[in-house]
Structure formats: C-alpha cells, structure tokens
C-alpha cells in the first residue's frame, strides 16, 4: 500500500514539476505569451473567460462520447463478427486494416459534403477514429479464447449464443477495457481534427478562431481542457475496467469485493 | 456395502455409450495419420470404465467422441441409444487442467452446468440465490471445500481447483461422466484422496463413468472394468473386468490380486509396445 501511495505522490509530483518548469523557464527566457503563455495565463484565462469556453467544452464532449458510443456498438458487432470465426478473421481483416490506414483527417471532407458543417461530421469523424482498436481487440479476444473453456461448455450441450455469452464475451473484457482506454483519446482527436475543419462550435472551433486572432492563451485553455476531458474519460474507464476485468490481473481487491 | 448391481441382461437401452466400428483419421489424404482404428465398444448404465494406455493411444480421441467435441471418421457414435449430438444423455465431464473460468468464483463457476443444462437453467433465475445456491455448497463441503465459495480459482492451490472442477462436472446429476485424466497432474497424496471421493460419489449416485488415465493403479482402484489401449494405430487390445468388492480402500491396491491385476495390464502395454518397436 505505501507503495501505491509513494508512486502516486510521485506521478503528481511530476506534473506539478512540468507545469513548474514551464513557469519558470518562461519567465527566465522572458518569452512572450504570443509564442507560449506561462500556465498561469493559461488558467487566468481559463478562469476569466470560463463563459465563453464552456458551451464549447460541452458540445466537444457531447459530441465526443456519441461518436464513441456508436463506435463502441459498432465496434463489439462487427468485433465478434470477425473474431467468432477464423473465416470471417482471414476475409474481413485485410479490408479493415485498409480502412484503419485511411487518414481520418481526409474524410472530414467527404462527410461535410454529405452532412454539412457542424454536429455530424464530428460525430462520424470521432466514430471512425474509435471504432478500428476496438474491433481489432475484441476480434483478437475471441479468437484467443482457449479452446478448453469452450470444450467445457460443449459437453454441457451449450448453445453457440451460450458459449459467446459465458466464455466468449467475459474472456474478451480485458482486450476490450485496454482497447476502450484508446478508443476515448482518439474520439478526442476525432472531433477536434473535424471541429477545426467544419464547424462553428467546440474547442477546436473556439481554438482555430483563438488563434487566427493570436490570442495564443486561449488556444492554450482549449488544449487544457481536451486534455482534463481526455484524462477524465481515460480515469472512468479504468475504473469500470478493474471493477469488471479484476480477474485477468489476479487483484484481490477484486476478489473480495466481486 | 456392495451396491446392488442387479442389472439382469444388458438390454439395447442399458447401453449408455455405444461405438459401432468407429475410425478417426486427422490430416488429409497422404498426411492423414490414424487416431483411432476401427474399433467398438460398448459401456452399459452405471459402469465404471477406465481407458489405459500410453500417450497418443487415442484414449481421449475416444472421450471426445463420446463428448461430442470430436466427430468420427466413419462409423457411428450412440449415447443413450442415439446419435451423438441429438442431445439426451446429461453429460458431466472433468479435464486434465481444472479449466475453471477465471472470471467466476468457485461458487459461480460450479453452478455453471445449472444455468446451461436443461431442466435446471429453466429455473436458473429464481433459484440461483436459494436451492441451486445450497446445492452447490453441499457439493463443495463433500470434497472438502466447505467455504471457500466465494474464493477465486488462482486462490486455490491444483489440487483444490481440480476438486472444484469434479463439483461442476458432477453439479446437474449428469447420468454419463467423463474424466479426462482429472487426477494426473496431482501430487499421489492429493490423487488418492481424490480417487476415495471420487469412488464414493460413484457409489452413491452411480452415473455410468469412462475414465481415461494411464495410471494403471488408478484404473484398477476406481474402474469396474479397464479397457487397456495401444498406439499407432489407437486401438482396445485387451477389455477386464475389476472383481474387487467396494468401497476399496487404498490398502486394496496391496493385495496379491490387485497386484497380479495391475502387473498383467502393465505386461500388456509393455508387450505391444516392444512389438511396435520392431515393426516400426
């Protein structure tokens, strides 16, 4: 336990000590906050113009967790799809791994022109963003899962649907917390690079409009927050993950509380 | 207590397993390599059969036919008077690995067969907290793992996990049991204590029982009958009964008779497998 507390204190200790280092090297190097504001301009700012940020904070993040939700739905289908039969694995993953390596900035084009600027684009973009990690770690699960569990429950005379729902799924759980755990950044990434290109709300909207003014603080505030947002979603996830997937590391906080 | 055997003539119904001139071939044409030669076999209600023999005899081909995880070259497989797969028979069975699921309790993970095997999955909702609950605390407490419910299967040492594993194989009141080597990777304290509940439950509930072993002594402790096989290809070459009263006690397997048992069976294997050496 003294260990887990040593290392926390450590970890903040070090990101206390960036944000610090940041200060004091541009106070010392005299640099202007047009090239980069010191981090207590960035939370003045923050906290003056708080107004004006939040509506676009929140449409970010609304727009974020729906691209996600989707892209988890649509993940796991198409996840245990691919992953309950070696066909469907051999067949499908060429194709998918060619969709991954599409550069996801290129499609914000195409669905502007289909959806026009604004709320959807975001969505499909942080969608699409999301869902390939997902599939391939839900895929990759199933297809792992060892053959002596499923022979458990095919003498039990158990179902195909049984056995996905008994042995398949539960064993997929870890794969499928570490893939979500990327999933969600990258739904960040997603809806910024499509707020930047074509939209007229949301931090990466409020950050291209910040910065064509050079107001170099405020573009800072918009990193700060995709990064509170980003570090908040990735803290739920491990929380829903060691509560659910507590087994695959043997934790005996687990074990005593599941 | 020498449980009443009283099954006058085997009749077509009795026979629980029956393997009617059964090949298994792996591989394709010129790599095909023969698993199980041709045989039959033929195991009726309430038996306690053991297969011995030496590794890549095709003992556990011919457990896995009979589970209906393997399908047979040619020939055919019946449980319970029908082909294997159309259902029936309520089958328990137990592996080399306790292969219990990580993410359960060992409570959860013996009520498994429960929630999958009719008629106790019909009722599985509403009994799971009460009677199927007390059920599998009374299994658990007869292999002497009262308690240890709630405990995880990597907080159980093997030999404890494996007694978890004889809990679910044996849960629904499966009427054929499969034992696939459940007790070799055990230390011989562990195993003989095992063999003794083992015994009993077979006494008290007696399913028909098709152990795989090659653990000559175990076969003759456990079995009423040992079928003995040989390698390349899979085969039974020799089919005894076991005459010794029950329940038997580990002291048993001391006795001149079990002895001269045991040392003819392990000739058998021993000669088949000079015999191979030379051909091969």
């Not at chain 2, 294997?84 to 013996?110: C, E, H, K, S, Y």
Request: glycine residues 8%.
């Amino acid at each position: 336990m003294s260990e887990r507390v040593r290392r926390q204190v450590m970890s903040t200790a070090c990101i206390i000590g960036f944000f610090v280092l940041w200060e004091l090297l541009c106070l010392m190097f005299h640099v202007s906050d047009i090239v980069l504001p010191r981090p207590s301009q960035v939370l003045a700012t923050l906290w003056t113009r708080f107004p004006a940020i939040w509506p676009h904070a929140l449409q970010t993040l609304y727009t974020t967790m729906v691209g996600f939700g989707f892209g988890i739905a649509i993940g796991i289908l198409l996840g245990m799809l691919i992953g309950s039969s070696k066909l469907a694995y051999d067949v499908a993953y060429p194709m998918l791994v060619g969709f991954s390596s599409i550069p996801k900035v290129a499609v914000v084009p195409i669905f502007v022109l289909w959806f026009g600027a604004g709320t959807v684009p975001a969505i499909l973009t942080a969608m699409i963003m999301c869902i390939f990690p997902i599939v391939v770690n839900v895929a990759t699960g199933l297809a792992a899962t060892e053959p002596e569990l499923q022979d458990v429950m095919k003498t039990l005379r158990a179902t195909k649907l049984e056995i996905l729902w008994n042995v398949g799924l539960p064993r997929t759980m870890p794969y499928f917390f570490a893939s979500l755990k990327v999933a969600a950044t990258l739904a960040f990434v997603g809806t910024v690079i499509s707020e930047t290109v074509a939209s007229n709300r949301g931090i990466g909207n409020l950050m291209m409009i910040a910065s064509s003014s050079f107001d170099v603080p405020l573009v800072f505030a918009g990193l700060f927050i995709l990064a509170a947002l980003g570090v908040g979603l990735y803290i739920v996830f491990s929380l829903i993950e060691a509560r659910v997937t507590g087994w695959a590391v043997r934790s005996d906080s687990f074990a005593a509380g599941g | 207590m020498n449980a009443p055997l009283a099954h006058p003539k085997p009749r077509a119904a009795d026979n629980v397993i029956e393997l009617e001139k059964v090949r298994v071939t792996f591989g394709t044409a010129k790599n095909a390599v023969t698993a199980l030669a041709e045989t039959s076999l033929r195991i009726d209600k309430g038996e306690f059969v053991a297969l011995v023999g030496p590794s890549g005899c095709g003992k556990s081909t011919i457990l896995k036919l009979v589970a209906g995880t393997l399908n047979a070259t040619q020939g055919n497989v019946f449980v319970a008077g029908r082909e294997i797969g159309a259902g029936a028979a309520r089958i328990g069975m137990a592996f080399q690995n306790p292969t219990l699921l990580p993410w359960l309790n060992i409570r959860d993970n013996v009520m498994l067969p429960l929630k999958i095997v009719p008629p106790f999955k019909e009722a599985f909702g509403a009994k799971r907290k009460t009677e199927y609950r007390d059920r599998v605390e009374a299994s658990l407490k007869q292999v002497g793992l009262g308690g240890f419910g709630d405990k995880f299967p990597w907080q159980l040492s093997g030999g404890m996990q494996q007694r978890a594993s004889l809990c679910r194989a044996l849960i629904h009141d499966p009427t054929l049991l499969l034992l696939d080597e459940p007790f070799g990777a055990l230390d011989q304290f562990t195993r003989e204590e095992l063999w003794e509940i083992m015994q009993n439950l077979w006494i008290e509930k007696r399913p028909t029982v098709l152990l795989v072993t090659h653990d000559l002594k175990e076969a003759a402790y456990l079995a009423s009958r040992i079928c003995v096989m040989q390698a390349r290809p899979g085969r039974i070459v020799d089919d005894s009964p076991v005459p010794f009263a029950r329940p038997r006690t580990i002291d048993v397997s001391f006795e001149p008779d079990f002895v001269t048992l045991t040392q003819r069976l392990r000739q058998r294997i021993v000669a088949a497998r000079a015999v191979q050496e030379i051909v091969s």
